[in-house]
């Protein structure tokens, strides 16, 4: 038997969200490093072109650890399943007639239709809230913001070769 209700927010989550039930927070949740996890090799290679797109996106939004790395395999693989299923069902039909003459919903639809959130859809990044500390002009705080524009300090030394890193050679797939 599973574990009863929604599973929980990670802590860093309710914490910039402002915890808005107020309920108390694990002060012993495990916080992996912010570092890149490295792209397995299995993926195919639709899945590591996604790879290699979102992993520098989540790193600037603080949202990728060490322990991540499943989960974005997983989402890239399904990212690459999405592309091809949408690509035969442009082929095909939506409906499909059994041998039995029923008509039924193609299973590519279901593919299609499967969604993973990992802090990259607008109702996700609603939930966030970033406050001024969290970042600094585009010009990387030289002299005035860039027309006004701010963006998010990395908490990760933004070159390769950059002290205190772990992360000097970051290798895409």
């Known amino acids: 038997m599973g574990l009863r209700g929604p599973a929980p927010k990670p802590r860093a989550l309710v914490e910039l969200a402002g915890n ?4 108390p927070l694990n002060r ?3 916080q ?3 570092k890149r996890p490295r792209c397995p090799d299995y993926l195919d290679e639709i899945a590591k072109r996604e790879w290699n797109r979102l992993a520098p996106i989540l790193e600037r939004m603080r949202a990728l650890t ?3 790395g499943i989960a974005l395999a997983n989402l890239c693989q399904q990212y ?15 409906l499909l007639k059994t041998k039995s003459g029923y008509v039924q919903q193609s299973p590519l ?4 239709s499967a969604a993973v959130e990992f802090g990259l859809t607008p109702a996700a990044r ?6 001024p500390q969290d970042l600094e002009p585009l010009n990387g705080g ?10 998010r300090k990395a908490p990760w030394p933004t070159q390769p070769g950059d002290a205190g890193s772990g992360t000097d050679r970051v290798v895409p797939c």
């Open 20 to 23: 808005p039930g107020k309920r």
């Open 28 to 30: 012993y949740e495990p």
């Open 32 to 34: 992996p490093l912010r």
């Open 66 to 68: 060490e322990a991540d």
């Open 80 to 94: 690459s399943m999405l592309q091809t299923a949408q690509i035969k069902l442009q082929k095909t039909s939506l």
């Open 109 to 112: 639809v279901g593919i299609i």
């Open 126 to 131: 609603t939930r966030i809230e970033v406050g």
């Open 142 to 151: 030289r002299g005035s913001t860039l027309n006004g524009q701010w963006h």
